[in-house]
């Protein structure tokens, strides 16, 4: 079969060019690619090779740089010699550049592939064609329920130009999940590549664990060491984390200048510092790199709460043209007060005031005749006005009044006799009695009470988070030794896929433990939404800290009110700091944007009551009144026109609703998929039950190292359901790395462009064969574009039956293609080359024939979706001051953009296969 001196190809290795059997043995053959300079043994029984000759009219490139027009071939013991009527040349000497990726080449040289691979082919080119022309591609990818008012910024901020907005949604309601939908849409799209996050120390963790598990993003941390090391810090990766406390040192703030960044996000915006007198460093660095990132994206819950002039300092970052001065921001935010009060009126249907009505009359003149009785139109009254009057792009935040979903939270502060002893902490240490005590949990009243905690939740999962590792341990040891009870642990000791374990073995509603205990790590980047039982060990004296904590169970979505279980020891500096969150900050009942304002501002008075006892009553009553005059005055300054414009009810509905029937949609399609390219590419998959699957390399897979495929694979789920509820599985999507790396594998090489099938049912002779042709259009355009939105890359189906009759865009055959064994197929194939080759010739002139119509209907299409967007942004930015301008032209060098490419598009053609009537 194999003989030294012949030509051969790698099908699994097409690139590798053209190959010399070097030598072959009994069970080995060796082949040399001279192309890579690189020299592959192969299995004889097994091998991936495919035996290349060529035929009378072929031009074939020599090795000396000519080339040889086939008029003659002849077979001398094994090794082919071509003639062109002068010259006889072997086959030694073609040169190993040769490479037949195109599909006809492959089809009439034998490199036939399996049938399963071309219907996969198509299924790629079909979906990707599919995903690509979806308004909302790159938001269904990300480990997130569908929430509408995520969903609806993230969509709204990434639909027109690189987002610069400051996202200010209260706590709870998902900032940081709003970040990576941004983030996750725009890298998706290519549309950004660097990305530098700026966050406080204690919530880098946090950040790195919400962008990997609900994103795939996988960021890079600026530490210490780093520093320290004195390398180019942000030279080796894309995607940073750098604790702001680094970013200010001299060494690492030059670096990070004299770097690119497509996109810069900042969280906790509100302690960058800036007055017209100066700025902090921060806020210095961060107004220097907003100069030159083209994105900056702003997180705070705090938007205005810690003065007008904080809440300027960062628009003015966002846009410094539409933000000049203080004072030009003062007088535009009073002008806007009644405008925000009429759209409070609207959404609330409350009856106009006079001053109202004339309100309306100036603002919106072509409304002012409308029947405000009616639904409809009052709701088209609203839904100009947020239009005209809003915000514009800048500034997003939603509310707890305008979201819905939450649970109720139900505290329970148990009174227990203080810890006893001599070696107890002092001060505000005592707030954690057990540390640095030996064999603490024996004495200590609250490990009882945990205990009939325990046995009053039943079989009900409990979640208990304390301040240190070394009490989570204690407990852990304490709880098994003496109460033969099983747990989880969670703490910063462990590693991240330590973590992983012990989350999903709490989270194994079957086998799982009944309480996770976990240190203050546990309130950072966890869902632990299935739970509602939540054990609040001690108490930080931080009431973020403590929102935090109940964060990881008080989220959207949660089904159960939630039960917060409360130590609170009797004359003892935890008790009586209990009962200050409790009674007058009111920290446990709700989330309170007013608790760690107050707490900041009389933080030596609440130290002192807490410490010695004295004047605490007093002190309660104080903060309960100070705390209700804020909370009344932060509703009463609450702007509905920026909630409807942050989340518009309708809009955001029905896109949610568009999304999770998508979702449903590619759940089922993506199963198939993912079948069907394990079966294709060799690839292990395992149904675990459950909705989960493992997938793992093979024995015999066609492509060595497949990205985001790990040595010893991984478990995922197509199910958001079970995603959500189990961190140890990954979550599949059309959108996640490895489905979107299968697919650009699947259509950008060869595999799968050249195959054979047969067909049982059928109207003619045995041995007759149809045709089919799949073109794609390319453009020579960024990604970025999305040209796919008007010109789809399976462009055009043609197959010609038996009989001669062309159909067009019509790939249904009349019966199901079954696959044949690769001789046969071969065998059939040669058969019908001289009838198939000028045949397939043929169909592409007339294919490419039809690029000029192709390309008018995608302009066309394109034209009339930018017209109506910037009919749009027009109509806006004449009535509305906060729309720039420059995102009218920035729309306007992405629409010509778009067209250019689309003009320069070509049709080639893609895949073939021939199907005999068996």
Known sequence: MYKVGQRWISEAETDLGLGLVQSVDFRVVTVYFPSVDDVRSYSRQNAPLTRVAFKEGDLLPLADGTVLTVSEVNDLDGILFYSDGERQISEIHLSGLIQLNQPSDRLFSGQIDNNNLFELRQMALKQLSKLRQRPFYGLLGGRTSLLPHQLYIAQQVTQDSIPRVLLADEVGLGKTIEAGLILHRLLLQQRIQRVLVLVPDHLIHQWLVEMIRRFNLRFSIVDLDMVLDGDDIFAASQLFLCPMSLAVRDEVSSQIRASDWDMLVVDEAHHLQWSEDGADAAYELVEELSLEAQGLLLLTATPEQLGVEGHFARLRLLDPQRYPSLEHFLAEQQAYQPV???????????????????TLARLLPDMAAADLADADARNKVLETLIDRRGPGRALYRNTRHGVTGFPQRLPQLMDLPAPEGDDLPQGLDALHPEKGVFQWCDTDPRTDWLLSVLSATGKDKVVLICHHASTVLDLEQWLWNECGIQVAVFHEDMDMIERDRAAAYFADHEQGARILLCSEIGSEGRNFQFAHHLVLFDLPFNCDLIEQRIGRLDRIGQADDIRLYIPAFRDHVAGRWAHVLHDGLDVFSRPNPAAQPLLEANRAAIEAAVLSGEGLPELVAQLAGERDAMLAKLEAGRDRLLELHSCHPTRARRLAKDMTITHIEDEAELNDFLELFADAFGLELIDLG?????????????????????????????????????????????????????????????????????????DFRTGDCYIELQFVARCPAPKALSVERYLPPNAMHLMMTPNGDLKVNDGDLPAFVLPLNKGTARGLVEQKTEMARPVIHKLEKLGGGQLNKMVERAANKAKEAYAERLDRLHALAEQNPAIPPQLVADVKRERDAVLDAIAQSQLVLDSVRLVFCG
């Open 340 to 358: 925000a009060e009429l759209a409070g009126a609207l959404a609330a249907n409350d009856a106009l005031s006079a001053d109202q009505l004339g």
């Open 690 to 762: 459950g909705d989960c699957i493992t997938i793992a390399p093979g024995d015999h897979m066609l492509v060595p190292d497949l990205p985001h495929l790990p040595e010893d694979g991984f478990m995922g789920t197509t199910r958001r359901e079970v995603a959500l509820a189990r961190d140890d599985v990954q979550f599949l999507s059309w959108e996640h790395p490895f489905v979107d790396q299968a697919l650009e594998l699947i259509t950008s090489g060869p595999a799968g462009n050249a195959a054979a099938g047969y067909i049982d049912e059928h």
